[in-house]
């Protein structure tokens, strides 16, 4: 009698503690959702410039990637042929715009002097964006 009543407590505990431990195992924080798929933006391209005392440039980026961006901003940097650079500005979308998979974009902004586009060699962009929902 004595053996059966401590194989209950022992089974009692278990199943006590299975309870206060699932609800732990399940917390949200935890759970992998499925992958979702990522933007991969980048320049492509040269930069098209419109000068007058300052340049405005164009360049043109396309989101590689099988997901969606928003939020996009990035810095173009003008390089001397040494790859030193020269200059750098930052430019931004609007904030609300959304990149699709596959979608190219022109971005741009205003000012590089007319010296820096002149002593240009080549130029770099770095794009930054913030994953969003594709729909």
């Known amino acids: 009698?004595?053996?059966?009543?401590?194989?209950?407590?022992?089974?009692?505990?278990?199943?006590?503690?299975?309870?206060?431990?699932?609800?732990?195992?399940?917390?949200?924080?935890?759970?992998d959702s499925p992958m979702q798929p990522h933007a991969s933006l980048a320049s492509r391209g040269a930069l098209s410039f419109s000068c007058?005392?300052?340049?405005?440039?164009?360049?043109?980026?396309?989101?590689?990637?099988?997901?969606?961006?928003?939020?996009?901003?990035?810095?173009?940097?003008?390089?001397?042929?040494?790859?030193?650079?020269?200059?750098?500005?930052?430019w931004q979308l609007a904030p609300a715009r959304r990149i699709n998979a596959g979608e190219a974009f022109l971005y741009g902004d205003c000012c590089f002097s007319l010296a820096d586009r002149n002593n240009m060699g080549s130029y770099r962009t770095e794009i930054f964006w913030d994953e969003t929902t594709c729909y």
Do not use: K, Q
């Open 52 to 90: 007058g005392v300052n340049c405005s440039y164009e360049g043109e980026a396309v989101n590689n990637g099988a997901g969606c961006a928003d939020n996009v901003r990035g810095i173009t940097r003008l390089l001397a042929s040494n790859g030193s650079e020269l200059a750098n500005d930052e």
């Open 1 to 31: 009698m004595r053996l059966l009543s401590r194989a209950r407590r022992l089974a009692a505990r278990a199943l006590f503690a299975g309870i206060l431990v699932a609800p732990l195992a399940c917390d949200g924080d935890d759970y």
